[in-house]
């Protein structure tokens, strides 16, 4: 997913504001399931529920449910800088460009 753009914050705050809602007030509200956490940065879901049990990502249990707010979640991204994995490679000719930093050449 991309990060939204200045012009669809501005819809984004103008839809919100119709609503009598901030859109810092929005997100303050959203909050993500580990597993999707997990999906969403490409790492395991014991990472996740690592982080969770060590104290360095924040979260509530609303009933049996665990849930990280979506600031939590950025704030802590920020801190440690976990940058979301890239596919893997397809086969070894794009395994051995991606470990040297190259673009494989197409075959015409």
């Not at 303050?28 to 956490?37: C, F, G, M, S, W």
């Not at 490409?42 to 849930?67: F, N």
């Not at 991204?77 to 070894?92: F, K």
Request: net charge positive.
């Amino acid at each position: 997913m991309r990060p939204a753009t200045p012009t669809q914050l501005d819809e984004l705050r103008r839809l919100a504001a119709r609503y009598g809602l901030s859109v810092e007030t929005v997100v303050d509200r959203i909050a993500l399931r580990p597993k999707e956490i997990a999906s969403t940065l490409g790492v395991a879901l014991r990472t996740v529920e690592g982080w969770i049990a060590e104290g360095s990502l924040p979260a509530a249990k609303r009933g049996r449910v665990v849930m990280v707010a979506l600031v939590d979640l950025l704030r802590f991204l920020e801190e440690n800088q976990v940058q979301p994995r890239t596919r893997n490679p397809r086969n070894l000719q794009e395994k051995a460009a991606s470990l040297i930093g190259k673009v494989p050449a197409r075959a015409a």
